[in-house]
């Protein structure tokens, strides 16, 4: 008797203990599901320029996912896009030392890319030693030979002076994405030149098999590109060229008259000059960004709000273009750089500190006051969801929780904005940035929201309309109707950055 009551007993430690364990499976694989959904979606977000969103993507990834090996890909992903893509070089060698010092398994790799970086950044000295003590502790290594050659190469150039900004005879070349998911596209305008060869029609039905590789097409007209549903009249040429099976359709056009067709697809064109002024540099400073961040790419900037909003020829006004024309070649820097100019529909009363929401420190993005934005349009806003509708779209998006009870605010940044929260179930509970799982889930317009629980009903009541990063859209246009300058308008969003004219 007293052996079956030890067998039971044992059964019942069996059956729980598997039990716990399969919880922590499904829990392990719900998690790295999220984890792993961030890393593939922050690859999309800086296909389409939203860098600071990819950022979050990765600081969601790396903070949900349970596995190191996961961990390591996440901090070589975002050391990539500091230095790459936010002139955040400083930040990234912190995550290669960071890789250096925790990650042994990734110390070569971390080695090679912090030498390469130093190599970038003109930084000759650092480089070389940082090169040298990868051969030292790899004298076999992947990338010996890459390594070999480039401390070389840092030892024959003498360091330059400091670099200053570059001025430019004429407006830069943008290349902005139209499509890439077709096989064919029509073209109508007249004169055509195709690449240099004159074409006696006013439309052009081409498709994937009927160019060759790059295509160049010139007309004396506004092109039409008509792409199935997608039509869209356009200045410049149009560059044609074959990837992956598919038609790349690039608009090819300096970067003032592609600002004609930004303006009025970003602001509305009633709004005050000085406010589409404002509108016009920050639109430039951000297509000069990409244009500089992007020189081994494609294209330098989608024709969507992924990048910013361009509705070609038919959206211009008379007022709009005469906000880019008064403002030519104006652009916004900082430390010798031209800034990422980061907009927002509306800040909701507060600016968003890129510091706190991205990781991301910048001098020009940080947390400010802004009331004007609560009397624009979009500055406030309340949803209300019943708990299981709640768990249902959590669960939808990867995160693995039954029987919700509580969503807990737990670190907000300056301007208000809820940064993390603790989200309490039955079978676990844990913290999560807010951006990449709350807001993305419910499809709320922005995290500067407080939460309210009234029996099994949660409500969400909020201000702005965005990211709330930089420049406010409809602050702006309030500040343009009181009688502000454009800049005193940017001055006000954007400082410590300086205008400068560059063309």
Same mark, same amino acid.
């Given at each position: 008797?007293?052996?079956?009551?030890?067998?039971?007993?044992?059964?019942?430690?069996?059956?729980?203990?598997?039990?716990?364990?399969?919880?922590?499976?499904?829990?392990?694989?719900?998690?790295?599901?999220?984890?792993?959904?961030?890393?593939?979606?922050?690859?999309?977000?800086?296909?389409?320029?939203?860098?600071?969103?990819?950022?979050?993507?990765?600081?969601?990834?790396?903070?949900?996912?349970?596995?190191?090996?996961?961990?390591?890909?996440?901090?070589?992903?975002?050391?990539?896009?500091?230095?790459?893509?936010?002139?955040?070089?400083?930040?990234?060698?912190?995550?290669?030392? +960071? *890789?250096?010092?925790?990650? =042994?398994?990734?110390?070569? !790799?971390?080695? /090679? #890319? %912090?030498?390469?970086?130093?190599?970038?950044?003109?930084?000759?000295?650092?480089?070389?030693?940082?090169?040298?003590?990868?051969?030292?502790?790899?004298?076999?290594?992947?990338?010996?030979?890459?390594?070999?050659?480039?401390?070389?190469?840092?030892?024959?150039?003498?360091?330059?002076?400091?670099?200053?900004?570059?001025?430019?005879?004429?407006?830069?070349?943008?290349?902005?994405?139209?499509?890439?998911?077709?096989?064919?596209?029509?073209?109508?305008?007249?004169?055509?030149?195709?690449?240099?060869?004159?074409?006696?029609?006013?439309?052009?039905?081409?498709?994937?098999?009927?160019?060759?590789?790059?295509? +160049? *097409?010139?007309?004396?007209? =506004?092109?039409?590109?008509? !792409?199935?549903? /997608? #039509? %869209?009249?356009?200045?410049?040429?149009?560059?044609?060229?074959?990837?992956?099976?598919?038609?790349?359709?690039?608009?090819?056009?300096?970067?003032?008259?592609?600002?004609?067709?930004?303006?009025?697809?970003?602001?509305?064109?009633?709004?005050?000059?000085?406010?589409?002024?404002?509108?016009?540099?920050?639109?430039?400073?951000?297509?000069?960004?990409?244009?500089?961040?992007?020189?081994?790419?494609?294209?330098?900037?989608?024709?969507?709000?992924?990048?910013?909003?361009?509705?070609?020829?038919?959206?211009?006004?008379?007022?709009?273009?005469?906000?880019?024309?008064?403002?030519?070649?104006?652009?916004?820097?900082?430390?010798?750089?031209?800034?990422?100019?980061?907009?927002?529909?509306?800040?909701?009363?507060?600016?968003?500190?890129?510091?706190?929401?991205?990781?991301?420190?910048?001098?020009?993005?940080?947390?400010?006051?802004?009331?004007?934005?609560?009397?624009?349009?979009?500055?406030?806003?309340?949803?209300?969801?019943?708990?299981?509708?709640?768990?249902?779209?959590?669960?939808?998006?990867?995160?693995?929780?039954?029987?919700?009870?509580?969503?807990?605010?737990?670190?907000?940044?300056?301007?208000?904005?809820?940064?993390?929260?603790?989200?309490?179930?039955?079978?676990?509970?844990?913290?999560?940035?807010?951006?990449?799982?709350?807001?993305?889930?419910?499809?709320?317009?922005?995290?500067?929201?407080?939460?309210?629980?009234?029996?099994?009903?949660?409500?969400?009541?909020?201000?702005?309309?965005?990211?709330?990063?930089?420049?406010?859209?409809?602050?702006?246009?309030?500040?343009?109707?009181?009688?502000?300058?454009?800049?005193?308008?940017?001055?006000?969003?954007?400082?410590?950055?300086?205008?400068?004219?560059?063309?």
């Amino acid at each position: 008797m007293k052996r079956l009551g030890i067998f039971i007993l044992f059964l019942i430690f069996f059956f729980v203990s598997q039990a716990f364990s399969l919880k922590l499976d499904q829990q392990t694989l719900g998690l790295q599901k999220l984890a792993q959904w961030n890393i593939n979606y922050a690859s999309y977000l800086i296909d389409v320029g939203k860098y600071l969103e990819a950022l979050d993507a990765y600081n969601t990834a790396y903070e949900v996912t349970p596995f190191r090996e996961t961990k390591l890909k996440v901090l070589l992903y975002k050391a990539n896009l500091l230095a790459t893509f936010l002139d955040a070089e400083e930040e990234a060698l912190k995550i290669y030392d +960071l *890789i250096i010092s925790q990650y =042994p398994e990734g110390e070569e !790799i971390a080695l /090679y #890319k %912090k030498g390469l970086l130093l190599f970038d950044m003109e930084r000759y000295k650092s480089c070389i030693d940082v090169l040298k003590e990868y051969l030292k502790k790899y004298p076999e290594g992947r990338f010996k030979f890459q390594v070999e050659v480039l401390i070389k190469e840092a030892q024959k150039i003498v360091p330059p002076p400091v670099p200053g900004l570059k001025i430019l005879k004429k407006p830069p070349i943008v290349r902005v994405l139209l499509n890439r998911k077709s096989k064919s596209v029509t073209l109508v305008s007249k004169g055509f030149i195709v690449n240099g060869k004159p074409i006696h029609s006013n439309t052009l039905n081409l498709s994937y098999s009927d160019i060759p590789s790059k295509c +160049l *097409i010139k007309a004396e007209m =506004p092109i039409k590109v008509i !792409i199935g549903r /997608y #039509k %869209k009249t356009v200045r410049g040429d149009i560059l044609l060229k074959q990837k992956k099976g598919r038609l790349y359709v690039i608009n090819v056009l300096d970067i003032e008259r592609y600002l004609w067709g930004v303006v009025p697809s970003e602001s509305y064109p009633s709004w005050p000059l000085e406010t589409l002024k404002a509108q016009a540099v920050a639109s430039r400073t951000y297509a000069y960004y990409q244009v500089l961040h992007r020189k081994n790419w494609d294209y330098d900037l989608v024709d969507n709000e992924g990048d910013q909003a361009y509705n070609g020829v038919d959206r211009e006004t008379k007022k709009t273009t005469k906000a880019v024309n008064l403002t030519r070649g104006e652009v916004l820097v900082e430390g010798n750089r031209p800034i990422l100019a980061m907009f927002t529909a509306n800040s909701g009363g507060y600016t968003a500190d890129a510091g706190y929401v991205f990781k991301l420190n910048k001098k020009y993005l940080v947390a400010r006051p802004d009331p004007l934005s609560l009397k624009g349009k979009m500055a406030n806003w309340k949803r209300r969801y019943k708990a299981e509708e709640v768990e249902r779209r959590l669960n939808r998006i990867g995160l693995p929780i039954k029987g919700l009870i509580d969503i807990i605010p737990v670190l907000r940044g300056p301007s208000g904005r809820i940064i993390k929260v603790k989200i309490v179930a039955s079978n676990f509970s844990r913290v999560y940035r807010a951006r990449t799982t709350i807001k993305r889930a419910l499809k709320l317009p922005e995290i500067l929201f407080s939460i309210k629980k009234e029996g099994d009903t949660y409500i969400f009541e909020g201000h702005g309309w965005g990211h709330g990063v930089g420049y406010s859209q409809w602050g702006s246009a309030i500040m343009g109707k009181k009688g502000y300058n454009y800049k005193q308008i940017l001055s006000f969003y954007y400082s410590p950055a300086k205008l400068v004219k560059l063309w």
